[in-house]
T-cell receptor, first 115, second 113 residues
């Protein structure tokens, strides 16, 4: 089983709203990732969590706030977003971030539209 | 600056054709190269390559890595319409950004009946 689930599938929000994206995996993976993908572009890394600790923050604006409550869950809290933040947000997980463990498996994504 | 370049950017073939997709890279501290297939939503993992010259195979798909010439190819034989997708190549490296996957822009494959 290589399933990563994400909710919601679609989200429309205003610039003053606060919302959260959720990601879950039950594969025992200890590394989890958030990516942002704009139309016709490849995914771009936002955050990496390893053993529930934030290990990489790729200069993401503070209006995106990640949270890893436990090894199976990863959240992305959204506040005061801009229309240009509209994109597909992908979650991924891997066994670890070391050699031989870093194959990442992606969830189906959340399609976010900011009005 | 590390980069990965895929070619062609798009390709249109007919069912039954064989296609070869290319991925070249210039990276420091290379660790592994991965291929993903992306249809409407999430990228689906295909292969991870770490060693030169060893072909990985899954059904009609196969891939190989050349670490000397810094490229990888993805072959699809007897293509089907269900193979239509964007194929993404990505690398992971050692060092400060461990865990980061750097993606190429992808090759959009369209297989016509």
């Amino acid at each position: 089983d290589t399933e990563v689930t994400q909710t919601p599938k679609h989200l429309v929000m205003g610039m003053t709203n606060k919302k959260s994206l959720k990601c879950e995996q039950h594969m025992g993976h200890r590394a989890m990732y958030w990516y942002k993908q704009k139309a016709k572009k490849p995914p771009e890394l936002m955050f990496v969590y390893s053993y529930e600790k934030l290990s990489i923050n790729e200069s993401v604006p503070s209006r995106f706030s990640p949270e890893c409550p436990n090894s199976s869950l990863l959240n992305l809290h959204l506040h005061a977003l801009q229309p240009e933040d509209s994109a597909l947000y992908l979650c991924a997980s891997s066994r670890g971030i070391g050699v031989g463990t870093d194959t990442q498996y992606f969830g189906p994504g959340t399609r976010l539209t900011v009005l | 600056e590390d980069k990965v370049v895929q070619s062609p950017l798009s390709l249109v073939v007919h069912e039954g054709d064989t296609v070869t997709l290319n991925c070249s890279y210039e990276v420091t501290n290379f660790r592994s190269l991965l291929w993903y297939k992306q249809e409407k939503k999430a990228p689906t993992f295909l292969f991870m390559l770490t060693s030169s010259g060893i072909e990985k195979k899954s059904g009609r798909l196969s891939s190989i890595l050349d670490k000397k010439e810094l490229f990888s190819i993805l072959n699809i034989t007897a293509t089907q319409t269900g193979d239509s997708a964007i194929y993404l190549c990505a690398y992971s490296n050692y060092g400060g950004s461990q865990g980061n996957l750097i993606f190429g822009k992808g090759t959009k494959l369209s297989v016509k009946p």
